[in-house]
Nanobody, 125 residues
Framework: QVQLVESGGGLVQDGGSLRLSCAASGRTVSMYAMGWFRQAPGKEREFIAA????????YYADSVKGRFTISRDNAENTVYLVMNDLKVEDTAFYYCAADRDSLYGSRRANDYDYWGQGTQVTVSS
């Protein structure tokens, strides 16, 4: 089993930045694709970014492209999401996820096998 724990969320002003971390334990996720999703109140869970096992391939939702960067440190069993130029509409609960069946990642939440508990990101105007 894999446990994922997100951290780094918080309250930030419009235009600010945050770095989210997702620490994995239980087993190494170095051969798993990893992803970040978010969910705002009353909305469905939304794909944000994904990264291949090596970190060489990344995917982003159009809404965050150019502002968010996903990366990973396999030696630390950790995935990161750097969020710049945050907007009020980025306010949501952010989750990381691991896809044990894929090396390259997916935009579909159903493809992921392990999920963290999430961390709240609130952007104020």
């Amino acid at each position: 089993q894999v446990q994922l724990v997100e951290s780094g969320g918080g309250l930030v002003q419009d235009g600010g930045s945050l770095r989210l971390s997702c620490a994995a334990s239980g087993r190494t996720v170095s051969m798993y694709a990893m992803g970040w999703f978010r969910q705002a109140p009353g909305k469905e869970r939304e794909f944000i970014a994904a990264i291949s096992w090596s970190g060489g391939i990344t995917y982003y939702a159009d809404s965050v492209k150019g502002r968010f960067t996903i990366s990973r440190d396999n030696a630390e069993n950790t995935v990161y999401l750097v969020m710049n130029d945050l907007k009020v509409e980025d306010t949501a609960f952010y989750y990381c996820a691991a896809d044990r069946d894929s090396l390259y990642g997916s935009r579909r939440a159903n493809d992921y096998d392990y999920w963290g508990q999430g961390t709240q990101v609130t952007v104020s105007s």
